[in-house]
């Protein structure tokens, strides 16, 4: 017998099985993931934390919207030292600039992913991005509460946010690439839900 391969899950889960209105995006169960090069054959890996941020689910696309929040003060990278230079006033600058944003423009459909154009702002600077992105599904918490997931993916040239710091070793640049592969796993519920998951920061829900 011939078995069919199982669609994707955000094939199988449609943005109207979701409540419409705002739901939290839950801090303690979301996280940004990035890679970039360095010295040509390696990549450094780290992790910003998720502020806060809201998901309004309208009637359709064309009506919903993502703000998101990111602490750059949190950033690890597995290196103590390597963090505290990037928070630095050479780098990321954490003082001036305490949170990176993204507020989506325009959220269509693409296949069986959705695309979700926005602005970033980083570093004081804000320009146009757009991140590909997937539900993981949606699921209840232990006390009966709805939760979704999101998956999104995107690449960004940092010199655009004013990031063009390079590092030197013994006299020499150490190449660090460009372009910073992002990867935000988001989980939400209604606003005003209380469930067992860590909590929600309602930073946008004022």
Same mark, same amino acid.
């Not at 602490?71 to 290196?79: F, L, M, N, R, V």
């Not at 423009?105 to 980083?122: M, N, Q």
């Not at 991140?131 to 709805?146: N, R």
């Not at 989980?187 to 004022?206: C, R």
């Given at each position: 017998?011939?078995?069919?391969?199982?669609?994707?899950?955000?094939?199988?889960?449609?943005?109207?099985? #979701?409540?419409?209105?705002?739901?939290?995006?839950?801090?303690?169960?979301?996280?940004?993931?990035?890679?970039? /090069?360095?010295?040509?054959? %390696?990549r450094i890996h780290g992790l910003l934390p998720v502020s806060g941020g809201l998901i309004t689910v309208g009637a359709d696309l064309g009506s919903s919207k993502i703000n998101l929040?990111?602490?750059?003060?949190?950033?690890?990278?597995?290196?103590?030292?390597?963090?505290?230079?990037?928070?630095?006033?050479?780098?990321?600058?954490?003082? /001036?600039?305490?949170?990176? %944003?993204?507020?989506?423009?325009?959220?269509?459909? /693409?296949?069986?992913?959705? &695309?979700?154009?926005? &602005?970033?702002?980083?570093?004081?600077?804000?320009?146009?991005?757009?991140?590909?992105?997937?539900?993981?599904?949606?699921?209840?918490?232990?006390?009966? *509460?709805?939760? *979704?997931?999101?998956?999104?993916?995107?690449?960004?040239?940092?010199?655009?946010?004013?990031?063009?710091?390079?590092?030197?070793?013994?006299?020499?640049?150490?190449?660090?690439?460009?372009?910073?592969? #992002?990867?935000?796993? &988001?989980?939400? /519920?209604? *606003?005003?839900?209380?469930?067992?998951?860590?909590?929600?920061?309602?930073?946008?829900?004022?």
């Amino acid at each position: 017998m011939t078995q069919t391969a199982a669609p994707p899950a955000s094939a199988m889960i449609a943005w109207t099985d #979701l409540t419409p209105g705002d739901w939290l995006i839950d801090r303690h169960n979301s996280a940004a993931h990035f890679a970039v /090069s360095r010295a040509y054959v %390696s990549r450094i890996h780290g992790l910003l934390p998720v502020s806060g941020g809201l998901i309004t689910v309208g009637a359709d696309l064309g009506s919903s919207k993502i703000n998101l929040a990111l602490d750059p003060a949190g950033i690890s990278t597995g290196s103590g030292d390597r963090d505290d230079l990037l928070r630095g006033p050479n780098f990321f600058d954490v003082i /001036s600039f305490p949170v990176w %944003s993204f507020e989506s423009t325009v959220i269509v459909r /693409s296949a069986d992913d959705l &695309l979700v154009e926005g &602005l970033a702002t980083i570093h004081g600077q804000t320009h146009a991005i757009s991140f590909t992105a997937q539900f993981a599904g949606v699921d209840q918490s232990q006390t009966g *509460v709805p939760v *979704v997931g999101f998956t999104a993916t995107t690449r960004i040239d940092r010199r655009a946010f004013g990031l063009t710091w390079t590092a030197k070793q013994a006299g020499n640049h150490i190449h660090t690439g460009e372009k910073v592969a #992002l990867m935000v796993d &988001l989980l939400a /519920s209604p *606003v005003g839900a209380d469930w067992a998951g860590g909590g929600i920061v309602e930073v946008f829900a004022e």
